[in-house]
């Protein structure tokens, strides 16, 4: 919604939220309290489980008529498979896990990271609409409250074609922890020295009532859990506090953690990569 927000202030419309589902009421009266113009409806039931030929047809009927400027999608699994495949079927072209934005004149350009976060790309897209995924936390909340009117979107999907379909849904072995959710998180790396030592990494996570996480040398050494790891290859995290204790900052690292708000580094090489990140640093 920030990014959305960010986006009108030049392009100047509305700004709406779709749900697609067999049941669409319940977000819908959760999204109609946001600060946006409208919460567009598409209820059919077909849409019971993401079938993406069907939301592809349902939100490209939807183009057709309400002719956006834009479509946002999160970074999420579920975006970084429709926002493509929407873009193909509408034969426009879209920017995936995007963290920024600036303007040429009134021409958004639109930037992400590439090679693994060591560079950031700066994209424009001429064709509209304009498809965007935004990568997690690339964007502080919206938080201000509105009162969205509910428009249904009258689509008849039954005679769309299928090409494949879910059988079934099986719950995943949870993880102990979503370090996605946390607000604040201490994170250990290979300098905290040996498996022992790395107790004092949850001992200081229990009395901030915090979670504990790690960069992946700790996870591959078994010092910790897998589902721990914040990186390129484990958790992507924003918390409001951050505080990375011998993590030395590779650019695998750096990409899983750098959108916190507040970063504290310790470690004893002042020369460490992780204080150019770092909101406050200590050497020691």
Not at 48 to 66: C, N, R, T
Request: proline share 5%; net charge positive; glycine share 8%.
């Amino acid at each position: 919604l920030t990014f959305a927000k960010k986006l009108n202030e030049k392009l100047s419309t509305t700004i709406g939220a779709v749900v697609l589902s067999d049941n669409v009421a319940p977000l819908a009266r959760s999204l109609s309290e946001k600060e946006i113009d409208e919460v567009i409806t598409i209820e059919s039931p077909g849409l019971s489980s993401y079938v993406p030929d069907l939301f592809v047809a349902g939100l490209k009927k939807l183009v057709s008529e309400k002719k956006p400027k834009a479509i946002l999608f999160p970074y999420t699994p579920f975006g970084a498979d429709l926002a493509p495949k929407l873009a193909a079927a509408l034969g426009v072209g879209a920017v995936s896990s995007c963290n920024g934005l600036t303007w040429e004149g009134n021409k958004p350009i639109f930037t992400k990271p590439v090679f693994n976060g060591k560079l950031q790309a700066s994209i424009s897209l001429d064709a509209s609409p304009m498809i965007v995924s935004m990568e997690r936390g690339a964007f502080p909340a919206w938080n201000t409250r509105g009162a969205a009117k509910v428009i249904p979107f009258s689509c008849d999907l039954s005679g769309e074609k299928v090409r494949y379909r879910s059988l079934g849904f099986r719950e995943a072995k949870k993880a102990s922890v979503d370090l996605t959710k946390a607000k604040i998180i201490v994170s250990g790396g290979r300098g905290v020295g040996k498996k022992e030592n790395f107790q004092i990494i949850k001992d200081l996570a229990t009395a901030l009532g915090a979670e504990y996480a790690a960069s992946r040398p700790v996870v591959d050494n078994e010092w910790t859990e897998r589902d721990r790891q914040v990186g390129s290859s484990g958790k992507v995290v924003a918390p409001n506090l951050y505080i990375a204790c011998g993590i030395s900052g590779a650019i695998q690292h750096l990409a899983g953690m750098k959108k916190s708000n507040v970063i504290v580094a310790i470690n004893k090489d002042a020369e460490a990569p992780i204080f150019s990140v770092a909101t406050y640093g200590i050497v020691g």
